[in-house]
């Protein structure tokens, strides 16, 4: 017999059912290219018989999963039903070992990792060593950039390395930033810029800013940095202009946005002269930061910092601008 259609057949009838055929269309192209003159009968005759097994392969394999999806959805509640903290995250876990392409699971633990406002280093590793785990059942399931664009969130707003409670070291840091951009790339696709504009163009604007962080570590050369200085300022008035436009998300976003872009307007301001942005240009874009950030409740305590934040170094930026002219 054709050795091409004895793997065929035990592909059909493989215990595992992930690595049997998805669909009969993938049956018949195996069988396609395995078929030739001297075997063209016998093809015929095997397709029909790897059919019956497909079939029947196919009716044990729901059955198992019907007693699989019943003890998953049970894993699901305890996890959805958890209220501490920990308790929280090991049953997620869980549920993510059970199916690792649940890509709700993952969001809830993201979700889960903001309540404090720190992403540190122990749930640094959960989460990757999760993704990575299971990374080719995740990317097939729909919701995949969706998991992508808020690690890139959790990662540019809350990543905090150590355990040594600086909690200044959070947002002061470029690293998180940095590695944001591997994630708010990962959504960089056509199917979520369909699913959700606003999110792909904010995306689209964050690796912009953060290759420019990435870019900057490595050149020391001031020319170059000219250069990217002037990337870095049309970037930092895209943004500027989608968090005002697209639906951002909370308060405490849009204000650590505008407090990302006081920051880089201070560190940044002669390489932006340098490429051509007069100080005049740059001092309107910080009043109009200024007068955004008024207008703004901030309700939350974080919120309120980042506003007191802004319009306190507000002042201090304007005037090493009026320095340097």
């Not at 390395?161 to 696709?189: H, L, P």
């Not at 020319?223 to 990217?228: C, E, P, R, T």
Request: proline share 0%; aromatic share 12%; hydrophobic share 35%.
């Amino acid at each position: 017999m054709n050795s091409a259609l004895v793997r065929i057949i035990k592909k059909c009838v493989n215990e595992d059912r992930s690595k049997r055929y998805r669909s009969c269309d993938e049956l018949y192209d195996a069988l396609y290219k395995a078929e030739n003159h001297t075997y063209a009968r016998a093809t015929g005759i095997l397709a029909g018989l790897a059919a019956v097994f497909l079939g029947f392969s196919f009716f044990a394999g729901t059955m198992a999963n019907k007693s699989r999806s019943e003890d998953f959805n049970k894993l699901v509640e305890r996890a959805e039903n958890s209220t501490e903290y920990g308790e929280r995250s090991v049953a997620f876990e869980e549920v993510i070992n059970a199916d690792g392409s649940y890509s709700d699971a993952y969001l809830k633990l993201i979700e889960l990792y903001k309540t404090d406002m720190v992403f540190d280093e122990k749930e640094t590793s959960q989460i990757l060593t999760l993704i990575n785990e299971n990374i080719n059942e995740l990317k097939r399931d729909p919701q995949y950039e969706e998991v992508a664009y808020e690690l890139g969130i959790l990662y540019w707003y809350y990543y905090f390395y150590g355990n040594d409670g600086d909690s200044s070291r959070q947002n002061g840091s470029t690293t998180g930033k940095i590695a944001s951009v591997k994630w708010f790339s990962e959504a960089q696709t056509e199917n979520f810029r369909k699913y959700d504009q606003d999110k792909y163009d904010i995306a689209r604007v964050y690796c912009a800013i953060g290759d420019f962080y990435s870019q900057t570590q490595k050149k020391e050369n001031e020319l170059l940095k000219k250069n990217f200085s002037a990337d870095l300022w049309k970037s930092m008035n895209e943004l500027d202009t989608l968090v005002d436009e697209a639906n951002a998300g909370s308060e405490i976003i849009i204000l650590e946005t505008y407090k990302t872009l006081v920051n880089l307007e201070n560190s940044n301001m002669n390489d932006f002269a340098k490429a051509g942005i007069s100080y005049d240009e740059q001092r309107r874009f910080l009043d109009n930061i200024k007068a955004k950030t008024e207008n703004m409740t901030a309700a939350e305590e974080r919120a309120a910092e980042a506003k007191e934040y802004i319009l306190g170094f507000y002042d201090r930026v304007v005037e090493s601008i009026d320095g340097a002219e």
